[in-house]
Structure formats: C-alpha cells, structure tokens
C-alpha cells in the first residue's frame, strides 16, 4: 500500500526530486489522480502554508516546496486530462494589481482544475480591466480574486466596482480569498463569499454556481 504522507513530507521538505519519483510510484500503484494531488501534494503544501503562519518555515522553503508541488503535479495532470477534465464552469482566476503573491492563488487554481472547472489563470498583478476582459472573452462564470497584502486587498474592491461600471457584476460570482481576507471583508466589499484554503473555495465555487442555476430555473 502506497503512503501518501511521505509525499506530502517530500513537499514539506522542498525536495522535487523526490517528489518525482513518489509520485510516479503512487501513479504505478494506482492511486487515483486526484488522491495523489489532494491527499499527497497539496496535503503537504497546504502544511507548509500553516507552518508559515507561525513563523516555522520561510520564504526561500516555501518556493521549494511549491516547485517540488508542481513537479509532482506535473506528472499527474495529464492521467486528468481526458476523463475527469469535464468543464463545470470557467473560473477566471488572479492576484490582484499590485499583488506578485502566487502560490496560494496557483493551489486554487489547482483544485479547482483538478475539480472539473476550466480555469483561466492571469498570473499576478492583474487590474480589474484586465479580469474584465478574460470574463468577457471566456464566458467566465467565476471571478476568482486573491491578495496577500493588506494594501492591495482594496483592488479586490476596486475589481468589483468596475464588474458593476461595466455592467457584468449580475452575470458573474466574485469569490475572494488569501491571508489577510475575511468574511467580514467580503460582505464589506459586496463579493460572493470569501474561502479561507483551496478545498473551501472548492466548495464555494460548487455552491455559488449551484445557486446561480436554480435562481435561472
Ligand atoms: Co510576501 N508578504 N511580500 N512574499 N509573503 C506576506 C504575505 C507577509 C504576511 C509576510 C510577513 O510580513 N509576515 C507580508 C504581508 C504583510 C501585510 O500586508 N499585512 C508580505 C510582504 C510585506 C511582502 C513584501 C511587501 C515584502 C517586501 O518586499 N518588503 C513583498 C510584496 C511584493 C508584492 O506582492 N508586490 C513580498 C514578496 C514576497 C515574495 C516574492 C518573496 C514571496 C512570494 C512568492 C510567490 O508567491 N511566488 C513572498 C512570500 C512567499 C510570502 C509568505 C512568506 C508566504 C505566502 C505563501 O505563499 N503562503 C507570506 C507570509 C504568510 O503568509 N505567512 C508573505 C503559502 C500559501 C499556500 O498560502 O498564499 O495564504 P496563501 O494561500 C492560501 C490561502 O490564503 C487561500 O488558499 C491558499 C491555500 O490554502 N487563498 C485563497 C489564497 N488565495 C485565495 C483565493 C481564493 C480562495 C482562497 O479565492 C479566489
């Protein structure tokens, strides 16, 4: 029986090597795509997030672990591709203006590729004409926005206003999330709803775009 733990303790560690090759041994056991990502190495990243928060690992080890996170996702994307790749909705997803912060906003990306969304990813420091204009062009149904910084946690606002200015706020879920972000915040600013880690906006996303159908109905 293969364990995932010692995945996830290889992600923690930084090491993509090692990462690699557990991971194709998992791939060889048979374990489904999603498992592998889920349980194994996003499991593992997400324990590198909480060890931040209390100062027990740092920058330079956060970036190994994400690369040694995405090594492995490397290798377990494509086994997702013609199956469980169907498109629930196209999810537009970003770091806002003013904002480089990737790692947590690429897990969401992720997740809710590997959950069967078609996601558009912008990359980092994105303005709001910018997000506007990949909802229009994509037929997105999601507007996914992420900040780190309490300064730049105001674009999120900032995004939504202009949905509102052109005219495509009722058409479109804004979901929001990252460190500093709240529900509170999020009522405050009139987004959809706020998710604290890449499972909860999963799950948000499910929700919202649930919702959203039987309204139509
Ligand atoms: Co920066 N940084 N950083 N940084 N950085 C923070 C955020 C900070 C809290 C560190 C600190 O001071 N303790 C602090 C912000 C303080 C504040 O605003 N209150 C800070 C600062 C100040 C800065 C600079 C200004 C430093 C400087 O230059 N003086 C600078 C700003 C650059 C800029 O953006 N303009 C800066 C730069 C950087 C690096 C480039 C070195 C690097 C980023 C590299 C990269 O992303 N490619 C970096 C890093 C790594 C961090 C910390 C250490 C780690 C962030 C991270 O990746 N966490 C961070 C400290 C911390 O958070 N404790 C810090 C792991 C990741 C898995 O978690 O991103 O929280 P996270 O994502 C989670 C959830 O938040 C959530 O799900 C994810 C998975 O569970 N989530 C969403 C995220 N987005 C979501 C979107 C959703 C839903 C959920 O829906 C759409």
New binding site residues.
């Given amino acids: 029986m293969f364990d995932l733990t010692s995945l996830g303790n290889s992600v923690i560690e930084g090491d993509d090597e090692q990462v690699r090759v557990l991971t194709n041994q998992a791939i060889s056991a048979n374990i489904e795509p999603l498992v592998i990502i889920n349980e194994g190495l996003i499991g593992g ?2 324990v ?2 909480q060890r ?2 209390v100062n027990d690992m740092f ?1 330079p080890e ?2 190994m672990s994400a690369r040694a996170m995405n090594a492995g996702i490397e290798l377990v994307k494509p086994l997702l591709a013609g199956g469980e790749m169907t498109n629930k909705g196209t999810v537009v ?1 970003g770091t806002v203006k ?8 690429s ?2 990306g992720m997740m809710l590729e590997c959950s069967g969304y078609k996601v558009i990813d912008l990359g980092v420091d994105i303005s709001p004409e910018e997000f506007i204009a990949a909802i229009k062009e994509n037929d997105g149904k999601i507007l ?3 900040a ?4 730049t946690m105001l674009a999120m606002k900032s995004t939504i206003d202009e949905c509102l200015e052109q005219g495509i706020r009722d058409k479109v879920k804004v ?6 972000i709240s529900q509170e915040f999020s009522d405050q600013i009139g987004a959809d709803g706020y ?4 499972a909860a ?1 999963v799950e948000l996303v499910a929700k919202l775009l649930l919702d959203a159908t039987m309204v139509a109905r």
Wanted: glycine fraction near 16%.
């Fill in positions: 990243m997400n590198v997030g931040f928060k920058v956060v970036l997803i003013g904002d480089l912060h990737d790692i947590g906003k897990l969401v996914a926005l992420s780190l910084l309490t300064t979901v929001i999330g990252g460190a500093p998710a604290g880690d890449a906006a």
